[in-house]
């Protein structure tokens, strides 16, 4: 299994960034997918939730609005669309697969992370 995260980069508040997670070495099709980040000092984070054919997504309440979890099953890809960009928005991104049935925002719900990538937000 490999997740691979791109699309990090530096962008000023207010801007935006979509991030991409490309899966390999499994049946992507078949897992939900998530977002979660780990800003410095502080615990990763759950950001985003999106089940296997996407009719169902959740989000952490603070980008709700924000950003948008998408994903395209024939690419063996997801995304993560984030807007109007916050200074605390600064993190390192990792995309996960679900691999266990507990609630999307438990990280032990995730059997497998990608190796992630930074966004950082300057105000």
């Known amino acids: 299994v490999q997740l691979q995260a791109s699309g990090g980069g530096s962008v000023q508040a207010g801007g935006s960034l979509r991030l991409s997670c490309v899966a390999s070495?499994?049946?992507?099709?078949?897992?939900?997918m998530g977002w979660w980040r780990q800003a410095p000092g502080k615990e990763r984070e759950f950001v985003a939730h999106?089940?296997?054919?996407?009719?169902?997504?959740d989000y952490e309440d603070s980008v709700k609005g924000r950003f948008t979890i998408s994903r395209d099953n024939a690419k063996n890809t997801m995304y993560l669309q984030m807007n109007s960009l916050k200074s605390d928005d600064t993190a390192v991104y990792y995309c996960?697969?679900?691999?266990?049935?507990?609630?999307?925002?438990?990280?032990?719900?995730?059997?497998?992370w990608g190796q992630g990538t930074l966004v950082t937000v300057s105000s």
């Open positions: 996960a697969r679900r691999t266990i049935e507990l609630p999307p925002h438990i990280a032990k719900a995730y059997g497998n």
């Open positions: 999106i089940n296997w054919n996407g009719a169902r997504v």
């Open positions: 070495g499994f049946n992507f099709y078949s897992y939900a």
